[in-house]
């Protein structure tokens, strides 16, 4: 039976992108289908990791110059920069990235429909266009990558004004003094740091009694200090009851109990709340095709991104954990590849993820916790920013690099970094891993001078001395 394409994907996301890609060098007929009628990319793109992180380097930017030369006339960014000025740096790289994702799609032949997209069975997708037209394509194969979305909070409403959400922030009209941020993840922290950075009095309202505990110990107890350090608030366990304006203040309200059951109110100009993510699974026709998802909405899927159903994949934020873009570009790669009977090597069980926090956060491997609850022998070394000369040049000197790692082999069990470049660095130890390293070769390799990258030979140095200072003795150590 001749069907209208070889692949069809839906959604233009990290995983759709990527899988078109690759598909496409296999000379097949590629349409995705993107429910967005003005970009593609998703929220990866135009309103998630690229725009963020726009956002947090003009602000860092910004932090770096007052932190080496001052306040100018002794007044506070947010009375000197317009958020309009600090948005137009994340305009230009997202239409910059819109236009370089148009661009490989027309290269590469791939065609795009505007729509939502709903599965009729297991090689058929009716799409309903923005004009409210249906029209129905075929394919061999499905990818299903649609992305997720955030919960709505339940005792009151993102309204985009006075409460907004991770999108509508990006659109503020001018710096806040003061800002409340409701949450606990990643994102939390992130914005956290990025409007700190800006001078904004920042609280943190976490409905958890902790927050980021997958962290290394050492690594959460610096982020803590720096938390600190930019008069970040955070209230543990919060319970939100009431959010609302003052209009005679001139001011939102946010009413919330504490851990100890206090009652508090908060006066700030801007909430912004994260809520948990959601697989956006519910009106696609999974159900009616037959494709299993779990409890959570996410599509169950094999090591090959292969449904329940044959002929239909899924990859990306609708499968679940790990939820990054970087990972995602990778699933929709491999489930090309098997789609079409192409060898793949399989992903590497070692995955790092970065915080784009300031400073930044990047792990990959064991923590020391969980080397030691394993029952590893394991030793330690660590490289400290203010050690470092780049970091005196830069005055970033809250950081610090960890290595674990086998006391009777050197070889390398985990890396975890907070400090600038530390979403950089962090692939130098996960090549060694891969490899199945060892820390000698930090030690037999030249750094770059001054640079972050040469912690990894200062962490060296120290954990082969605290092997040798315990009396270990092995034969040609650092050979």
């Given at each position: ?8 994907i839906?959604?233009?996301?990290p995983?759709?992108?990527s ?5 496409s ?8 289908i ?15 990791t ?8 003009a602000a860092l ?9 001052g ?6 960014p947010?009375?000197?920069f ?13 239409e910059?990235?819109?236009a370089?994702?148009?661009?490989n ?12 997209g709903?599965?009729?069975?297991a090689h ?6 923005p004009?409210?037209?249906?029209k ?6 499905i ?5 997720s979305?955030?919960?709505?909070p339940?005792?009151f409403k ?15 009209e ?5 800002l ?5 993840g990643?994102?939390a ?8 950075a800006?001078g ?12 980021l505990?997958?962290?290394d110990d ?15 608030t955070?209230?543990p366990?919060?319970d ?6 003052n ?7 946010v009413?919330?109990?504490?851990q ?7 006066e700030?100009?801007?909430?912004l709340?994260f ?13 009616e ?8 909405g996410?599509?169950e899927v ?5 449904t ?7 990859a990306g ?5 790990p939820q ?42 064991l ?8 029952g590893m ?8 920013w203010e050690?470092?000369t780049?970091?005196?040049?830069a ?12 006391t009777k082999?050197?070889?390398l069990?985990?890396?975890h970094v ?13 090549t060694v ?9 930090f ?5 770059n001078y ?17 092997v040798t200072?315990a009396?270990v003795?092995y ?5």
């Open positions: 039976m001749p069907y209208d394409f070889d692949l069809i839906l959604g233009s996301g995983a759709g992108f899988c078109a890609m690759q598909a060098k296999f000379d097949k007929r590629v349409l995705i993107e429910a967005d009628e003005h970009h593609l990319g998703g929220g990866w793109i135009n309103s998630g690229v725009p963020s992180k726009a956002l947090r380097e930017n910004v932090h770096r110059f007052t932190r080496q030369f306040d100018l006339d002794n007044k506070k947010y009375l000197l317009h958020m309009e000025e600090l948005l137009q740096a994340k305009h230009k790289v997202v910059h990235e819109n370089e994702i148009k661009r799609l027309i290269k590469n032949e791939v065609k795009t429909v505007r729509g939502y709903r599965l009729i069975d058929t997708v009716e799409v309903n266009d004009i409210d037209l249906r129905t394509y075929t394919a061999e194969r990818l299903i990558s649609t992305g979305s955030a919960t709505p339940t005792r993102v309204d985009h004004k006075r409460v907004r959400d991770s999108h509508s922030i990006l659109h503020l001018h710096i806040p003094r003061r409340v941020i409701v949450g606990s990643v994102q922290i992130e914005f956290a740091t990025t409007f700190a800006l904004t009095k920042v609280t943190i309202l976490n409905p958890e009694a902790d927050f505990a997958f962290l050492e690594i959460l107890a610096m982020l803590r200090k720096v938390l600190e350090d930019f008069r970040i955070i209230y366990s919060a939100i009851t009431k959010v609302g304006g209009e005679l203040r001139n001011c939102t309200e009413h919330f109990s504490t100890d059951g206090e009652t508090r109110v908060i700030t100009e801007q909430v709340y809520g948990s993510r959601t697989p956006n699974t519910g009106s696609i026709g999974l159900d095709i037959g494709v299993t998802t779990d409890a959570h996410y599509i094999d090591a090959t991104y292969r329940s159903v044959p002929g239909i994949y899924a934020d609708v499968v679940g954990h990054l873009a970087s990972a995602s570009f990778s699933q929709g790669r491999l489930a090309a590849c098997d789609m079409f009977g192409i060898p793949a090597s399989e992903l590497s069980s070692d995955i790092p993820f970065s915080i784009y926090s300031y400073p930044e956060i990047s792990s990959i491997g923590t020391e916790k969980q080397a030691r609850e394993a022998d394991v030793t330690i070394g660590r490289a400290y050690h470092l780049k970091a005196a040049i005055e970033n000197f809250d950081g610090v690099l960890k290595l674990v790692f086998e082999t050197l070889k069990l985990g890396v907070i400090g600038m470049g530390a979403c950089e660095i962090i692939h130098i130890g996960q891993m891969a490899f199945g390293g060892d820390i000698r070769y030690i037999n390799h030249m750094f001054p640079t972050y990258a040469e912690a990894y030979r200062v962490a060296a140095f120290n954990g082969v001395n605290r200072k009396g003795k034969r040609n150590l650092l050979n």
